[in-house]
């Protein structure tokens, strides 16, 4: 049970690094401006990241940074995350004006 015990730390430990790296966003883009993103945005937030892993990868091959490679993964999970608010959020906001359309018209 030894190994299951260290990966359930891990991944606790792993998201809460996640949210503060999404706290971290929220803070240095404003909450406001990441909710009206559009999906191609954020896929393109989250290839730039992936890029940046792929080159924090090929610095830890050549011995230069080695916990970069943690960090971009990080952050391309906290990005994945917003992704996943934004698209929620907006999904509801269509949902909820269509209701009120809905409403309007009886």
Same mark, same amino acid.
């Given at each position: 049970m030894q190994i299951e015990d260290d990966i359930e730390i891990l991944q606790s430990e792993i998201h809460l690094e996640i949210a503060q790296e999404r706290k971290a966003q929220d803070d240095k883009f404003g909450i406001n401006q990441l909710i009206k993103l559009t999906p191609h945005q954020? #896929? !393109? =937030? #989250? @290839? *730039? *990241? @992936? &890029? *940046?892993?792929s080159a924090a990868i090929n610095d830890c091959r050549f &011995? =230069? &940074?080695?916990? !970069?490679?943690e960090t971009e993964l990080i952050q391309i999970a906290a990005v994945a995350i917003q992704s996943i608010v934004v698209a929620r959020l907006q999904r509801q906001s269509i949902e909820l004006q269509e209701s !009120?359309?809905?409403f309007e018209k009886s």
């Open positions: 954020c #896929l !393109s =937030i #989250l @290839v *730039e *990241e @992936v &890029g *940046e892993m &011995g =230069i &940074g080695k916990d !970069s490679y !009120s359309y809905d």
